[in-house]
């Protein structure tokens, strides 16, 4: 199972650097269902001006169309970095089973580092987690990115000013 989770998590790996390529904070995802891919996502926030346009919600949105179907039983999510409370949120509600993911978030993870809201047992489903999957290789890609927006002296606000 493990080489199986790694060969979906260098898909999603593939999204991220697409969204590092694209200047986006580098986070890919990819769903899997039936044993195929169904959806590939990297951020988009920056390039749709959209605070939702995570990897995961886009893939998410993807799944949902190649299934005709919200709710994404028998679906696992690939992701580089931990979700947020958004994202993680979106996993429950589209009923995902499964979710596997690379670097942990220790701001603002939502799948146990500082919430656990996609296992929480008040809701109506819960998602399986396996963390840590190429873990080293999407934190390394999500550090230098960072390192190098301290270096160029860029905030992590939109590069692009609102129009008055």
């Known amino acids: 199972m493990l080489e199986t989770h790694q ?4 898909e999603a790996m593939i999204q991220a650097t697409k969204a590092l390529e694209a200047d986006e904070v580098p986070v ?4 899997v269902h039936g044993g195929r891919i169904i959806a590939r996502a990297y ?3 920056e390039t749709l001006r959209d605070p939702t346009a995570h990897a995961e919600m886009i893939a998410i949105t993807q ?4 299934l005709d179907n919200w709710r994404l039983e028998g679906a696992t999510l690939y992701v580089t970095k931990e979700p947020c ?3 993680a949120g979106a996993m429950v509600q589209a009923r995902v089973d499964t979710l596997v993911y690379g670097a942990r978030d220790e701001k ?3 799948a146990g580092s500082v919430v656990n809201l996609v296992e929480e047992p008040r809701f109506n489903h819960r998602i399986k987690v396996v963390a840590g999957v190429l873990e080293e290789e ?6 230098e990115f960072f390192q190098e927006r301290c270096r160029s002296g860029r905030t992590g606000r939109s590069r692009k000013p609102l129009s008055a």
């Not at 799944?63 to 190649?66: G, I, N, R, T, V």
């Open 108 to 110: 603002a993870g939502a």
């Open 43 to 45: 951020n988009q926030r």
């Open 138 to 143: 999407s934190g390394k890609l999500l550090k």
């Open 28 to 31: 890919g995802a990819v769903i």
């Open 85 to 87: 409370v958004m994202c």
């Open 63 to 66: 799944a949902a169309e190649s």
């Open 7 to 10: 060969y979906y998590m260098r």
